[in-house]
């Protein structure tokens, strides 16, 4: 598939006014997705768990403007309050994805959006407010385009979600998305993600990932610059070549439940991330003390507990901590007692592995 088969039929009819929510969630990856090209095309392919609790519910209303004109028109709440600084991001998202929703200079928007995670926790609202975005205006062009399928419908969504942030496009389905071209997937895409394809182990059923909220600061540098500076990176091509190879041995452990596999591909995964931040140019380092101290600690009840409890993180300090659901009685009793306390405020987040967005 190319960009150009996003592109839709014309439309017969624009219906005059009407309303749409969805609520859509975040994601985790194992496999990280860090450096893209031009048209937010990953660098390397990328694996998610779709996450259940970390969800943004985002509701469109829509009315035909009296006249077309070549301007977006929209007025952007976020939880009830009008949000001036985001409509930039909005407006840019617009701009990209008009060229696969040409209906949307139809129209004036009132897009009222909320998120069920604490404002500002450091948790990234990115994926889960642009796939509800893209999954409100994709349920807008269903009533004018009817016939589309759910696999197409999804597919598009992932694909417009893509546009607004790469990582949004893992958003739309669950529990487990891959985006971006591999040879050990079949259906792999560098436009879209897709539902892993493949058998998964039932010991990833119901799979936890409670989020230690470390620092909820603004971030000294966001994904955009992070992924700028994959650009010349002394070593970007070991580490496109290694995302391969992990997502590869990653298919193996999902097939057969190796959860000794799974913690040394996760963990590696996420240093690996934070590794590049730390030799890129200009460097940086997004982890705080209390992210090592909790790294410690889980790697010390890892080894006396004999359970399967790892750690993972995003592009910040935050913590997350996955386990099976059949260890959940061990871990997260030692979460509350040892780890809390490293999370500001004692704030954390109790999510798992979840099935994708749905229509409200
Ligand atoms: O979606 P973006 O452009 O904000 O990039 C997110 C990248 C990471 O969260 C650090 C990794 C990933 O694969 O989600």
Redesign the pocket.
């Known amino acids: 598939m190319s960009e150009k088969d996003f592109i839709p039929a014309p439309y017969t009819t624009l219906k005059e006014e009407g309303s749409v929510t969805y609520s859509s969630p975040s994601?985790?990856?194992l496999?990280?997705?860090?450096g893209?090209r031009e048209n937010?095309i990953p660098a390397n392919p990328?694996i998610?768990f779709t996450l259940a609790a970390c969800v943004t519910k985002t509701c469109v209303h829509y009315k035909k403007k009296a006249q077309h004109s070549d301007e977006f028109s929209f007025d952007l709440l976020f939880e009830g309050e009008a949000k001036e600084e985001f409509k930039p991001k909005i407006n840019t998202f617009l701009k990209r994805i008009v060229a696969y929703l040409p209906f949307l200079k139809d129209y004036h928007f009132i897009i009222n959006t909320s998120n069920s995670f604490p404002h500002s926790s450091g948790i990234?609202s990115?994926?889960s407010g642009m796939s509800a975005l893209a999954l409100c205006f994709m349920e807008m062009e269903k009533t004018f385009l009817p016939n589309i399928t759910t696999n197409d419908f999804n597919r598009k969504v992932s694909f417009l979600s893509r546009l607004g942030?790469?990582?949004?496009c893992?958003s739309i389905e669950g529990p487990l998305v891959q985006w971006g071209e591999t040879s050990s997937i079949k259906g792999s895409s560098n436009l879209y993600g897709i539902k892993y394809p493949y058998e998964v182990h039932e010991i990833f059923n119901n799979f936890h990932d409670t989020i230690l909220l470390v620092d909820k600061g603004e971030k000294q540098v966001?994904?955009?610059v992070?992924?700028e500076l994959m650009h010349g990176h002394p070593f970007a091509t070991q580490r496109f070549d290694q995302a391969h190879t992990n997502l590869e041995k990653l298919g193996k452990v999902l097939a057969d439940g190796n959860l000794i596999d799974f913690i040394s591909i996760v963990e590696s995964e996420a240093l690996t991330?934070h590794a590049m931040m730390m030799t890129s140019n200009p460097y940086f380092i997004l982890m705080k003390p209390n992210t090592l101290s909790i790294i410690n600690e889980i790697w010390k009840f890892r080894e006396e507990s004999n359970t399967h409890v790892c750690f993972t993180l995003?592009?910040g300090a935050n913590v997350h901590v996955l386990y099976p659901e059949n260890e959940k009685d061990v871990v997260f009793p030692f979460i509350k007692e040892k780890l809390v306390p490293f999370c500001q405020n004692g704030q954390y987040i109790c999510d798992r592995i979840g099935l994708g967005a749905k229509k409200l």
């Open positions: 994601n985790i990856a496999v990280k997705y860090w893209k937010q990328s998610s990234a990115s994926a942030s790469g990582s949004a893992r966001s994904s955009t992070g992924h991330l995003d592009a």
